[in-house]
């Protein structure tokens, strides 16, 4: 019995690094990554480029949220943000899931998708102006629409994409339609519904700046516009910082939701 148990143990694959090793691992890369670029930043400040330092940026951050301006602006954008994109995947995701469902559904929405799907949401902003007015509902719409024709897309993806196979052998274990696209469709499809969803999210944070810029009483984009105007460079850093960490948290957290929600996939 030894001789037989020995070779299988030299068989025996080697195991696979701890998911927490590879979490610890990445992030001591995150902080030297973030750590690097900060100091590539202070660097340039110090040697001529028209940059305020890191620590000037910090104080005018400081400065404007003693003022209160600073929670109005985030409150102001992140309520935009969070409307648009929210009511855009809320919509995308079934539409999305009737186009790759069924054929008609496809035909019907297809043509329209892709048309607006190569306008840049901004390119529709001073005709949403005009018919809607200077009010919140234009900034949301834009954003809305960003978010829907990125999640759209992939969500359709996601189930024209899901192997044949396994719908053929829930068909053979005598599953009906309904139970099918539950129980199948929807799981498989739900890895391409979380990435259009972290597009969405960046192309809405890059909509609701333009909106801003054109349109707005309060806001991170808003603020960074007046800003320009007396060349007050700090606090233009201050808004770019804010909406690239906002837009990370925002990203991490449907990170978070893809790894609870997709457990069964196999990932490196």
């Known amino acids: 019995?030894?001789?037989l148990t020995a070779p299988a143990a030299t068989l025996t694959a080697p195991p696979r690094p701890r998911r927490?090793?590879?979490?610890?691992f990445l992030l001591?890369?995150?902080a030297i990554s973030v750590a690097a670029g900060i100091a590539i930043w202070w660097v340039l400040a110090l040697n001529g480029f028209q940059f305020p330092t890191p620590d000037e940026v910090v104080m005018k951050a400081i400065a404007l949220w003693n003022a209160g301006i600073l929670q109005e602006d985030i409150l102001a954008s992140l309520g935009r943000v969070l409307s648009g994109f929210l009511l855009g995947s809320a919509l995308a995701i079934p539409v999305g899931f009737l186009m790759g469902w069924y054929t008609v559904a496809r035909g019907l929405f297809e043509p329209w998708i892709q048309f607006f799907r190569t306008i840049?949401?901004?390119?529709?902003?001073?005709l949403v102006l005009v018919l809607l007015g200077i009010?919140?509902?234009p900034k949301v719409f834009v954003i809305f629409l960003a978010a829907f024709l990125a999640c759209v897309i992939s969500t359709y993806q996601g189930v024209v994409t899901v192997d044949k196979t396994l719908i053929n052998a829930a068909r053979v274990l005598g599953a009906k339609d309904g139970t099918i696209f539950v129980r199948v469709v929807v799981p498989a499809s739900t890895p391409f519904i979380l990435?259009?969803?972290?597009?969405?999210?960046?192309?809405?944070w890059a909509?609701?700046?333009?909106?801003?810029l054109l349109a707005a009483q309060a806001g991170l984009g808003y603020r960074m516009q007046n800003a320009q105007l007396y060349y007050d460079l700090a606090t233009i850093f201050v808004g770019i910082v804010l909406i690239g960490i906002l837009g990370l948290v925002m990203d991490r957290l449907l990170l978070l939701a893809e790894t609870k929600l997709t457990g069964w996939q196999e990932r490196r």
């Not at 927490?20 to 610890?24: A, D, L, N, V």
């Not at 259009?196 to 809405?204: D, E, K, P, T």
């Open 135 to 137: 009010g919140e509902v």
């Open 120 to 126: 840049p949401p901004l390119a529709l902003l001073p």
């Open 28 to 30: 001591v890369l995150n």
């Open 195 to 204: 990435v259009g969803m972290r597009v969405g999210l960046g192309s809405s």
């Open 207 to 212: 909509t609701l700046v333009a909106a801003e």
């Open 1 to 3: 019995m030894a001789v």
């Open 20 to 24: 927490r090793s590879t979490r610890r």
